[in-house]
């Protein structure tokens, strides 16, 4: 009789030992693979993992460069909102659609990059933060987005002690910013003195340590950079909220 095959899984002899992506491919073991794609491998036997699209409207068909960052904010109401973006486009989930949410993100250079809410108003930083990688705020209301006030172009924000805290841009990618006490709109402290900005250095050789992510723990301001990961606590001043960089 003839034998029917699986199109869907196939049995592997020596494929037994799982993934291994940390060794060279020259040392690793025979019963070891290197690299998968849409398989599980289960019982030494290979099978096929089906795409399945769960959520409907269907996503939108984003081009070369796919999706990118998904996220869901949450209003006072109660409300949610699903939005999907790749490096230059954003949409919100609606009942029969996805909507496209104005304007088109040009020259974001990676897309989003983290997302923040407070105070039922909701921002995203983006990009690599040049000059034109605003902070902006998503408008649930019309579906729109805008840039925050006269907030530097960060590439990384956190919510932290009422404010919104900023860190690293392209221009200076060490610099640590922070708004104004629930003004989040206001980042200039000549004009809000809760507002302000430090460098985070303590050396010369700081200023080559470039900023890759910020966020806030409770009563702690946690700082990531390249080569080293800073800590922040609260002083209650408004002038210098933070103190004990280390």
């Known amino acids: 009789f003839p034998v029917t ?38 019982n030494g036997r290979v099978t096929k993992s089906d795409i399945i699209t769960t959520i409907t409207p269907a996503p939108p068909a984003f081009p070369w460069n796919n999706v990118r960052r998904s996220f869901t904010i949450k209003d006072f109401e109660g409300t949610i909102y699903q939005y999907m973006s790749n490096i230059d486009t954003l949409y919100r989930r609606g009942d029969a659609s996805w909507v496209l949410i104005a304007p088109t993100l040009d020259g974001f250079n990676g897309g989003i990059n983290n997302v923040v809410s407070m105070d039922d108003r909701h921002f995203f930083s ?10 902006n705020e998503i408008d649930v209301a019309t579906d729109t987005y805008s840039p925050l006030g006269n907030a530097a172009p960060y590439k990384y924000i956190t919510s932290f002690d009422d404010r919104i805290v900023g860190f690293g841009t392209q221009t200076d990618p060490v610099q640590v910013g922070w708004s104004g006490i629930r003004n989040y709109d206001q ?17 010369q050789s700081g200023y080559f340590d470039f900023a ?18 800073w800590l922040a606590n609260k002083t209650g001043s408004p002038t210098a909220p933070y103190r004990d960089w280390e």
């Open 212 to 229: 890759t992510g910020v966020f806030g723990f409770g009563d702690k301001l946690l700082l990531l950079k390249e080569r080293s990961i």
């Open 126 to 135: 983006s990009g690599n933060g040049d000059v034109d990688n605003v902070i």
């Open 5 to 42: 095959i699986d199109p869907y899984s196939f049995k592997v002899a020596k494929f037994t030992a799982g993934l291994n992506t940390e060794d060279d491919p020259v040392d690793i073991a025979d019963e070891e693979m290197t690299w998968c794609k849409n398989v599980t491998l289960r």
């Open 187 to 203: 980042w200039d402290g000549t004009l809000d003195f809760t507002a302000g900005f430090v460098p985070l250095v303590d050396a």
